[in-house]
């Protein structure tokens, strides 16, 4: 168990600590001659039960409330320490709050030096402090007289802080591993160690690491838990960890930094929070007030939006969103602390609720329902509840990432919650089975009405489909959709078109014969110089306007490809061209040439040209200037078999990933929420993206 103190400069904590456990928490050299606490202290209780009680005895001076809030993060019990002679003073109430906005409600409150104070003091003060305790989570806690120069008391605080050791909540030992720093230091021999309270999950020696928001990579060369030697530390023990990592330095870790899991390394500087403003307060709280923002151990500058037409009144609690100066590295779930800016008072606190907080639309009903959504404490409800709001899905991936739990629970929280994941590449869209179910019936619907309306054409283009079906997913998540359901042999991808697997473009029996004469005239030796359409039309002795309605229904059809105005190519040789200029591509990072291409299809260059020209406005290729080289987002169009093609295109036309899609904001901002918050992948160049 962590016990944490607070209390008013002077009333006796580092003395208390003393008496328990015979350590001076009082390290700096200040901190001796002037008598005071200035930084973190901290000390063990090895008890006859085999437990160690760890204690981080805290500042209580006004102005290094920062170090205390630093101290605060992840204690299991409060020891809340109040002089008998003095009673509540400001700072015990300051520091009471901060308690409380940290949602800790396991304490007891030691009525320290009663062996300088009258019995009427004593039972004055007791009721002084039981008001004072009225209004917060430590409401029913114990008050013990103790004296830390005599003794007296200190069996019974002793008892009484055992037997809570015996009841502490289980923490989030099966999450992923997160420790808050508060101390960094240089051990000699050793490195560079780190030390804190683990949050949650378990670190083992040589783990692999990442020291957030600054993305340092490292792994663990020794553990001391509990001021023990160690091969594993978990969440609840107070823990130094020995660092080692090309980057790994003394001054490279500030206070404030968190060792975590890899998987968690997603800094944010925007985030919606449920804020309560203290009682206290003189003013409410406007729109982009500037505040001190405290966060585990970390405290950075910030500004507050109110996700409400009207200010934060004094004692309320609404949604808020927090922009911060510099990023920080957090879970839904943290507990935040807010200062005014010149930290001269706490001024409320509250819960991270999303770090995926839009900058955009950000006070519409529809996102104050997933806020609501979210705030509920357990899990699972919120993200039924959240998946029951508009839009309907979203990435559960990044939600158990932003909640602290592994990727590895992804699979069994689908299962339990009866969830549809879809295949989308980098993220696991989910959507509640009624819901897709729902969904894949109303895009059948739409295609069963269009073959019926239109039955000359192939199918729906896939975008007008998107843009018609409720949720309207972003394009890469309704790519992966349309997978699942071509998987799932409800309907087919043909190019760029979505049909019913039985459905196809027929022709007449004079228009199949006609088209029986047409084909070898498009094929074998004359495949990659095919005539036109009035080359065709004159050769037949047929109208040009019959041969080219018929032209355009073989193409509905996925006969041929248009490549020029009048200029049709057999699909098959259209793959070929396409394998062609992979062949070309691969030979020379650089890029290919038109003159290459030519020689390889033993053609015209304006033929070249405008085979190479098709491409390009499908995706397959990019030109740079006279070289032309394959876009390896596309480098599976135009290949031979079925054109179901992956996430990120349908058939042989892509999806416009990688640009904005101004119909539903992708490109512009993720939905649901902004990925604003995190930090841009690093950047490759092209050539090794290929």
Not at 187 to 192: F, H, N, Q, R
Not at 379 to 397: F, I, Y
Not at 499 to 510: F, I, T, W
Request: net charge neutral.
């Amino acid at each position: 168990m962590i016990v944490g103190t607070a209390g008013h400069i002077d009333h006796g904590k580092t003395a208390l600590v003393r008496r328990l456990t015979g350590v001076e928490t009082d390290r700096l050299k200040e901190e001796k001659a002037r008598g005071i606490s200035i930084d973190l202290g901290f000390a063990y209780l090895p008890r006859p039960s085999g437990e160690t009680i760890g204690f981080v005895d805290v500042p209580g001076h006004e102005g290094l409330i920062h170090n205390m809030l630093a101290g605060a993060t992840g204690i299991d019990f409060v020891m809340l320490v109040i002089a008998a002679g003095d009673g509540v003073m400001p700072q015990t109430r300051e520091h009471l709050a901060i308690v409380d906005l940290l949602g800790l409600d396991r304490g007891i409150v030691a009525l320290n030096k009663c062996d300088l104070a009258s019995p009427e003091q004593i039972a004055d003060v007791t009721r002084e402090i039981r008001q004072a305790l009225s209004t917060t989570g430590l409401r029913d806690a114990e008050i013990i007289p103790v004296s830390a120069i005599t003794g007296e008391g200190v069996e019974t605080l002793l008892a009484k802080l055992d037997t809570a050791s015996k009841n502490v909540p289980g923490r989030a030992t099966e999450a992923a591993f997160r420790l808050a720093v508060d101390r960094c230091f240089t051990l000699p021999g050793l490195g560079t160690a780190v030390t804190g309270t683990v949050l949650s999950g378990a670190v083992r020696i040589d783990d692999a690491v990442v020291v957030s928001p600054v993305g340092i990579e490292a792994r663990i060369r020794s553990i001391h838990a509990q001021n023990q030697s160690s091969p594993i530390g978990h969440a609840g023990q107070r823990c130094a960890l020995v660092l080692a990592g090309p980057k790994v330095a003394k001054d490279a870790i500030p206070r404030g930094s968190v060792v975590c899991a890899p998987s968690l390394h997603a800094p944010t500087q925007r985030f919606d929070v449920r804020l309560r403003l203290l009682a206290s307060e003189k003013r409410p709280l406007g729109q982009w007030t500037p505040v001190r923002v405290h966060h585990a151990a970390s405290e950075t500058g910030g500004r507050v939006v109110i996700l409400s037409d009207t200010p934060l009144a004094p004692g309320q609690t609404d949604f808020a969103q927090l922009v911060l100066e510099t990023p920080i590295s957090a879970i839904a779930g943290d507990r935040i602390v807010l200062r005014d800016t010149t930290s001269s008072r706490t001024m409320g606190g509250g819960t991270i609720l999303d770090l995926r907080a839009p900058e955009r639309r950000r006070k519409t009903p529809e996102r104050r329902a997933v806020l609501e959504a979210l705030a509920n404490p357990n899990r699972d409800d919120a993200l039924s509840a959240v998946l029951a709001t508009p839009p309907g899905w979203l990435d559960l991936a990044a939600f158990t990432r932003d909640h602290g739990q592994p990727a590895t629970r992804v699979p069994d929280i689908v299962e339990r919650l009866n969830l549809v994941a879809l295949p989308a590449p980098g993220q696991t869209p989910v959507l509640p089975r009624a819901a897709w179910e729902a969904f894949a019936a109303c895009a059948g619907a739409i295609i069963d009405a269009h073959h019926a309306a239109q039955p000359d054409l192939p199918g729906l283009a896939a975008e007008k489909l998107r843009l018609q079906l409720t949720p309207r997913l972003p394009v890469p998540v309704f790519a992966a959709a349309l997978d699942l359901m071509v998987a799932l042999g409800n309907l087919r991808l043909d190019r760029a078109w979505v049909r019913r697997p039985g459905h196809e473009v027929k022709l007449s029996a004079e228009e199949e014969h006609l088209w029986t004469l047409i084909m070898p005239m498009l094929a074998d030796d004359e495949r990659f110089r095919p005539p036109r359409i009035r080359d065709i039309a004159r050769d037949l002795k047929i109208d040009e306007k019959m041969i080219r309605r018929l032209a355009r229904l073989a193409a509905r059809r996925g006969d041929i490809e248009e490549v020029a105005q009048d200029h049709y190519f057999l699909y098959p040789t259209v793959t070929e061209m396409a394998g062609i200029a992979r062949e070309l591509a691969s030979a020379d990072p650089h890029g290919f040439t038109v003159i290459q291409f030519r020689d390889r299809l033993d053609n015209g260059r304006k033929v070249a040209i405008q085979i190479l020209e098709f491409f390009d406005r499908h995706g397959l290729t990019m030109r740079r200037g006279d070289l032309r080289r394959i876009n390896p987002f596309h480098a599976s169009l135009f290949t031979a078999g079925p054109q179901s093609g992956p996430a990120t295109e349908i058939g042989g036309v892509p999806f416009p990933v990688g640009r904005p899609d101004f119909k539903s904001g992708w490109g512009r901002q993720t939905v649901p929420g902004g990925f604003d918050s995190h930090p841009p992948p690093p950047f490759k160049p092209k050539e090794a993206r290929s």
